[in-house]
């Protein structure tokens, strides 16, 4: 209510201060037939000498008064006419045009706002009943809290995992961390804090992760998380058989309501559809023929045979870029051949055929590291 009734007197004074020039009574500017009429009255006089000089007749000097007259009575309407049009009408139309703003702003707030709710400023949402404050509210709250009291650790726990839901992964890294540091470790917090560091990474198993994960592994065997990401980092270190042993180990052992033994099953189904990609463009295994023939080949014939099956894999990646299992292996043949101007160049072409800020582009470029090769080694 005191709201309202601020509200209002302020509105008020904002529109007397409006007002207030058209309350005033000026006098209006004098129109072109006020200056018509005292010309009129000029002549009028000058007729008057005239005649009482002797220089116009009776007759003349009456006809003359006469037209006078007549032009002074056609100026005077003119000048009621315009003072009419421009006087108390025109203040009156100004003071309705002014008062109409607040009136209909009211209405149209109180038709398609909410009078009826009090005001909620940022301290007072921070102290209702957290049920009824929204997201944004809570962690503000939150925060101003650990401001206050930052060795806190239930609180940095409890904003953890919400500022890893919201994406603000590096700001759950730290509150994770903190939690540690404060209460001490658990399975659950050092999984929380190496899931936080893998968002960090855009889905990249980093050594910070690996090891967060490795100790809540120590801790709890069966933390599915943790099981989960580390067989992640197999895959992503061209480990996929021990990706697919630990992921089925998950689906043997884990309760059917995990829902990481359910990311497991999807996890072996796409390793599964990307070794028979991989099955699709590698070439067949050598016979015992070709074994046969390769050791009784000149070292120069044999290592024309290699450069032909390198050539083949490099020709099929031009027709199948998305391969990144084919580009590592390029890349090691043209590394093995002592050739790494090719394996550079064909990292470049790799990196750009899987979209260069991909996950699988990363994993190509950490790969090429191992092996000595880079772009940025390129002279």
Same mark, same amino acid.
């Given at each position: 209510?005191?709201?309202?009734?601020?509200?209002?007197?302020?509105?008020?004074?904002?529109?007397?201060?409006?007002?207030?020039?058209?309350?005033?009574?000026?006098? !209006?500017?004098?129109?072109?037939?006020?200056?018509?009429?005292?010309?009129?009255?000029?002549?009028?006089?000058?007729?008057?000498?005239?005649?009482?000089?002797?220089?116009? *007749?009776?007759?003349?000097?009456?006809?003359?008064?006469?037209?006078?007259?007549?032009?002074?009575?056609?100026?005077?309407?003119?000048?009621?006419?315009?003072?009419?049009?421009?006087?108390?009408?025109?203040?009156?139309?100004?003071?309705?045009?002014?008062?109409?703003?607040?009136?209909?702003?009211? *209405?149209?707030?109180?038709?398609?706002?909410?009078?009826?709710?009090?005001?909620?400023?940022?301290?007072?949402?921070?102290?209702?009943?957290?049920?009824?404050? %929204?997201?944004?509210? #809570?962690? !503000?709250?939150?925060?101003?809290?650990?401001?206050?009291?930052?060795?806190?650790?239930?609180?940095?726990?409890?904003?953890?995992?919400?500022?890893?839901?919201?994406?603000?992964?590096?700001?759950?890294?730290?509150?994770?961390?903190?939690?540690?540091?404060?209460?001490?470790?658990?399975?659950?917090?050092?999984? *929380?804090?190496?899931?936080?560091?893998?968002?960090?990474?855009? *889905?990249?198993?980093?050594?910070?992760?690996?090891?967060?994960?490795?100790?809540?592994?120590?801790?709890?065997?069966?933390?599915?998380?943790?099981?989960?990401?580390?067989?992640?980092?197999?895959?992503?270190?061209?480990?996929?058989?021990?990706?697919?042993?630990?992921?089925?180990?998950?689906?043997?052992?884990?309760?059917?309501?995990?829902?990481?033994?359910?990311?497991?099953?999807?996890?072996?189904?796409?390793?599964?559809?990307?070794?028979?990609?991989?099955?699709?463009?590698?070439?067949?295994?050598?016979?015992?023929?070709?074994?046969?023939?390769?050791?009784?080949?000149?070292?120069?014939?044999?290592?024309?045979?290699?450069?032909?099956?390198?050539?083949?894999?490099?020709?099929?990646?031009?027709?199948?870029?998305?391969?990144?299992?084919?580009?590592?292996?390029?890349?090691?043949?043209?590394?093995?051949?002592?050739? %790494?101007?090719?394996?550079?160049?064909?990292?470049?072409?790799?990196?750009?055929? #899987?979209?260069?800020?991909?996950?699988?582009?990363?994993?190509?470029? !950490?790969?090429?590291?191992?092996?000595?090769?880079?772009?940025?080694?390129?002279?």
């Amino acid at each position: 209510m005191l709201f309202w009734i601020v509200a209002a007197l302020l509105t008020f004074g904002a529109c007397v201060s409006v007002l207030l020039p058209f309350m005033r009574h000026t006098p !209006a500017a004098a129109p072109d037939s006020a200056f018509d009429l005292m010309i009129y009255k000029d002549q009028l006089a000058e007729v008057e000498r005239d005649h009482a000089r002797g220089l116009i *007749g009776r007759a003349e000097a009456e006809q003359a008064r006469n037209e006078i007259a007549r032009r002074i009575l056609k100026a005077d309407q003119t000048k009621d006419e315009i003072a009419g049009r421009t006087g108390a009408a025109g203040r009156w139309l100004a003071m309705i045009a002014v008062l109409s703003v607040p009136l209909v702003s009211w *209405g149209v707030y109180a038709a398609t706002g909410s009078p009826d709710q009090p005001s909620q400023p940022l301290e007072a949402r921070k102290q209702q009943n957290p049920a009824d404050s %929204p997201v944004n509210d #809570l962690i !503000a709250r939150a925060e101003a809290h650990l401001q206050a009291n930052p060795r806190d650790g239930n609180g940095w726990e409890v904003l953890a995992p919400i500022y890893l839901r919201i994406g603000r992964a590096n700001d759950s890294v730290t509150a994770y961390r903190n939690a540690i540091e404060y209460l001490g470790s658990t399975p659950q917090r050092e999984s *929380g804090l190496g899931e936080a560091y893998v968002n960090v990474a855009d *889905g990249m198993i980093s050594p910070d992760a690996k090891a967060a994960f490795t100790r809540a592994l120590a801790a709890e065997p069966k933390d599915g998380k943790a099981r989960f990401y580390l067989a992640l980092g197999d895959a992503q270190e061209d480990r996929l058989e021990e990706a697919k042993a630990a992921w089925r180990a998950m689906q043997a052992d884990l309760p059917d309501n995990s829902s990481w033994k359910g990311a497991a099953t999807a996890a072996l189904a796409q390793a599964g559809e990307m070794q028979t990609e991989q099955a699709a463009s590698t070439q067949p295994n050598p016979s015992a023929a070709d074994i046969d023939n390769a050791s009784s080949m000149t070292a120069e014939d044999r290592t024309a045979m290699i450069e032909g099956m390198v050539a083949s894999l490099d020709a099929k990646l031009k027709d199948n870029p998305n391969d990144q299992q084919g580009w590592e292996r390029l890349i090691r043949s043209y590394t093995v051949l002592g050739k %790494p101007d090719e394996a550079r160049d064909a990292l470049e072409r790799g990196t750009a055929a #899987l979209g260069n800020t991909t996950r699988e582009a990363a994993a190509l470029q !950490a790969f090429a590291a191992t092996v000595g090769i880079s772009e940025a080694s390129k002279q």
